[in-house]
C-alpha cells in the first residue's frame, strides 16, 4: 500500500480523511445494495420459507396449516422415497466417478507430445458438449439410445453384441443418464484437469526418471498426487451438482421406467408442480439440502488425508 | 496456462514423429469422433426425408438434402421457435447485463473500499453458494406467486440479477490491482465511481468477459427455471420450447425437430468457433480460482 493511501485510508491524518471514509463507506454500501436485496430476497427468504413449509400442509389454495414433523413421517412411509434417492446416490457416485476417468483421459492425452493444431482442435471438440443445453441435446440422444432404430445399437450389433435397452429397462436405465450426462459436461473437468497437468514442474518427472520410475510409476506417484487438489475440487462439486440432477433425465426418460431413472429433484418437481404437496416437496427439499451439506462436509473432513497440497 | 518446461528443449519436428505420436493422435481421433456424434447425427437428420432417417444401414450423408425441415421448423403452426430465441436472448441479455453492473459494483466495495462489516458481509454472503438454488425452489414459487410474477419472464430475470459468485470472481482479481493507481487518482480528486468506471474497469476485462460467457451461456441453456416458472407457451425460452416439438401437442417427424434443435445449435457453435480460445481459457480460469 501506497504511503498516500494509507493517509488516504486511515483517515483523520490528511485533510477530509474522515469525511472521505464516510464518503467511502456511503458508496460502499449503495455498490453491495443490489446483491444485498437479491441476496435476501432470492437466498435467504426461500431459506427461511423453506424450513417453515417443511413443516405446514399447504396446495396453493387453502391458506397453509402446521402440521410438525408429518411432512417427514410421510417421507419415511413413502414407498418411492428409497428407490429415488437410491437412484441419486446411484447418479452421484457413477457420474463422478465416470467424468474423473473420462476427463482425466482426455486430460492426458491433450496435454501429452503431440502437435500444436492437433491440440486445439481436439480440446474444441472436447469441450464444445458443455455450450450446448443439456435438456435441448437429450433430445438427440433419445434418438441414438433407441433400442430398435437407434444407431447405438446398430452399431453393437455390428460389433456383434447384443442390442441394449438403454432406456426402457429399469437395469440400463440410470447408466444411460450417466453417459450422457458425462458426455454433456466432462470437458468442463478436462479443463480443469489439463491446467493442472501444466500445472506440475517437469523437474519432478526428471527426478522420478532419475530414480528409476517408469512410465506407469510416474503417473501413479507424481502425476495422481499432484492432481488431487482438482481432484478434489472437482469431487466437491460434482457432488452438489449431481445431488440436484434434473434436465438430462427429465428428458431422456420422464424417470421412468417407473421411478427406474427419477430424482430427488424430479420428485421435488411432481410433488411440488403436479400434486401441489407443497410442504411435502420442500420437506424433501430440506433433506436433499442436508444430504448435500452432510456430504460436502464428510468431503472436507477427510481431504487432509489425501489432497497434496504443495 | 504456463508452458511446460520440455517444449523449448524438444520442439516439435518432423524428427519427432515417433509412433507413440501417431498412437496418440489417433486415439484423440476416436475420442473426438465419439464426442462429436451426437451432433454429426442430429445435422445430418435434419437434412433428411423423414422416412430415411433411420434407414438400414445409417447414412450419415443424406441422398437428397432436404432443406423444407428448415422452413418447417421456422414457420411451424404450433410452435413458434423464432419466439422461443428471442425470448431466450432478451432473458440471456437482461440478466448478462444486469449481473455486469451489480456485480462489479458489489466487488469493487468489497475489494476496495472500507466500511465496518465488510468481512462479515462477505463470508455471510458466500454461504449462498453453498445452498443449490433448485433446493429453494418450492418456497421460491411461491415468493414468486405472492409476487404475482408467475408466468412472466421477470420471474427469471429478478433472481438472476445478482450473483454472489459473479461478485467473489471480480473481487479476487480486483484484489490483485496495485493500490498505488488508485490513490493517484484519489490524489487527484476522483471519487470511487469515477475510479471503478476509468481504472477498473479497463483492468478486470478479461474477468467480466469471463463472467459474461459463464452467464449467458447458462442463462441460454436453462431448463428447470423455465420449466417452472412459464406457462404460456409464448413466453417459452428456446430449451423449454424445442422441447415441446416433440410434446403431446404436436408431433413432428424426427428431422423437422433436429432441424429445431440444429438452428439453436448452430449460433452456439459459430461463436464458439470465433471465441474459442478466449471461452476455454476463461472457463479454466474460472474453475482455477474458484
Known amino acids: 500500500m501506497g504511503a498516500v493511501g494509507q493517509v488516504l485510508r486511515r483517515g483523520g491524518d490528511g485533510v477530509g480523511g474522515r469525511s472521505l471514509r464516510r464518503r467511502d463507506a456511503l458508496t460502499a454500501w449503495l455498490f453491495i445494495l443490489p446483491t444485498v436485496v437479491g441476496f435476501l430476497v432470492f437466498v435467504i427468504g426461500p431459506i427461511v420459507g423453506g424450513l417453515a413449509l417443511g413443516f405446514m400442509r399447504y396446495d ?196 421412468g421406467p417407473g421411478d427406474a431413472s427419477r430424482t430427488v429433484l424430479m420428485y421435488i418437481w411432481e410433488k411440488g408442480f403436479q400434486v401441489l404437496d407443497f410442504g411435502y416437496a420442500a420437506a424433501i427439499g430440506l433433506v436433499l439440502f442436508l444430504a448435500i451439506l452432510a456430504v460436502t462436509a464428510v468431503q472436507f473432513a477427510t481431504s487432509d488425508r489425501w489432497v497434496f497440497y504443495r | 496456462m504456463s508452458k511446460p518446461l520440455v517444449s523449448s528443449r524438444l520442439r516439435w519436428n518432423r524428427g519427432y514423429l515417433r509412433t507413440s505420436t501417431v498412437l496418440t493422435v489417433g486415439a484423440l481421433l476416436l475420442l473426438s469422433l465419439f464426442m462429436a456424434f451426437p451432433f454429426v447425427w442430429m445435422l445430418s437428420a435434419s437434412l433428411k426425408v423423414p422416412k430415411t432417417a433411420f434407414s438400414i444401414p445409417p447414412q450419415l450423408w443424406p441422398h437428397e438434402w432436404r432443406w423444407e425441415n428448415y422452413r418447417q421448423v421456422l414457420f411451424h403452426p404450433t410452435v413458434p421457435i423464432p419466439r422461443f430465441f428471442l425470448n431466450s436472448l432478451n432473458i440471456a441479455v437482461l440478466v448478462t447485463l444486469g449481473q455486469l453492473v451489480t456485480c462489479t459494483a ?156 440444429t438452428l439453436g445449435v448452430a449460433p452456439v457453435l459459430l461463436a464458439f468457433l470465433v471465441l474459442q480460445r478466449r471461452m476455454i481459457e476463461s472457463i479454466g480460469f474460472t474453475g482455477g480460482i474458484k
Not at chain 1, 85 to 97: P, Q
Not at chain 1, 156 to 177: A, E, M, Q
Open chain 1, 60 to 255: 396453493l389454495l387453502t391458506p397453509p396449516s402446521f402440521v410438525g414433523g408429518e411432512n417427514f413421517v410421510k417421507m419415511i412411509e413413502d414407498q418411492r422415497i428409497l428407490q429415488i434417492f437410491g437412484n441419486t446416490v446411484y447418479y452421484v457416485v457413477g457420474m463422478i466417478a465416470l467424468d474423473l476417468v473420462w476427463a482425466l483421459i482426455l486430460a492426458v492425452a491433450l496435454n501429452s507430445f503431440i502437435p500444436r493444431f492437433f491440440k486445439v482442435f481436439f480440446r474444441a471438440v472436447f469441450f464444445f458438449p458443455i455450450l450446448v443445453s443439456g435438456a435441448v441435446i437429450s433430445i438427440v440422444w433419445l434418438y441414438l439410445f433407441n433400442m430398435d432404430l437407434g444407431i447405438i445399437n446398430w452399431y453393437l450389433v455390428k460389433l456383434g453384441l447384443d442390442r441394449v435397452p438403454w432406456l426402457i429397462s429399469s437395469d440400463w436405465v440410470r447408466n444411460s443418464v450417466i453417459i450422457m450426462t458425462v458426455w454433456n459436461g466432462v470437458g468442463f473437468n478436462m479443463l480443469l484437469l489439463l491446467a493442472g497437468l501444466q500445472n506440475i514442474p517437469v523437474e519432478l518427472y526428471e527426478a522420478g526418471r532419475i530414480d528409476g520410475a517408469g512410465r506407469w510409476a510416474s503417473f501413479g506417484r507424481i502425476t495422481v498426487p499432484m492432481l488431487t487438489p482438482v481432484i478434489f475440487f472437482i469431487l466437491v462439486k460434482g457432488a452438489i451438482g449431481v445431488f440436484q440432477l434434473f434436465d438430462s433425465p427429465f428428458v431422456l426418460t420422464r424417470g
Open chain 2, 106 to 261: 458489489a466487488a469493487y466495495a468489497f475489494a476496495r473500499l472500507r466500511f465496518r462489516g465488510r468481512e462479515v458481509l462477505f463470508v455471510v454472503l458466500l454461504t449462498a453458494l453453498m445452498v443449490p438454488a433448485q433446493v429453494t425452489i418450492v418456497p421460491l414459487y411461491i415468493e414468486m406467486r405472492f409476487f404475482k410474477l408467475i408466468d412472466t419472464h421477470a420471474a427469471l430475470i429478478l433472481p438472476a440479477l445478482t450473483n454472489i459468485f459473479g461478485v467473489f470472481l471480480l473481487r479476487q482479481y480486483l484484489l490483485t490491482i496495485p493500490d498505488e493507481l488508485e490513490d493517484a487518482a484519489r490524489m487527484d480528486g476522483a471519487g470511487p465511481v469515477r475510479i471503478l468506471v476509468q481504472i477498473m474497469l479497463p483492468l478486470i476485462g478479461p474477468a467480466l468477459t469471463t463472467l459474461a460467457i459463464v452467464v449467458f451461456t447458462g442463462t441460454w441453456n436453462a431448463f428447470f427455471f423455465p420449466l417452472i416458472f412459464l406457462n404460456d407457451w409464448q413466453k417459452f425460452t428456446w430449451p423449454l420450447g424445442v422441447t415441446m416439438l416433440r410434446g403431446q401437442y404436436s408431433q413432428n417427424s424426427v428431422t423437422v425437430i433436429m432441424a429445431g434443435i
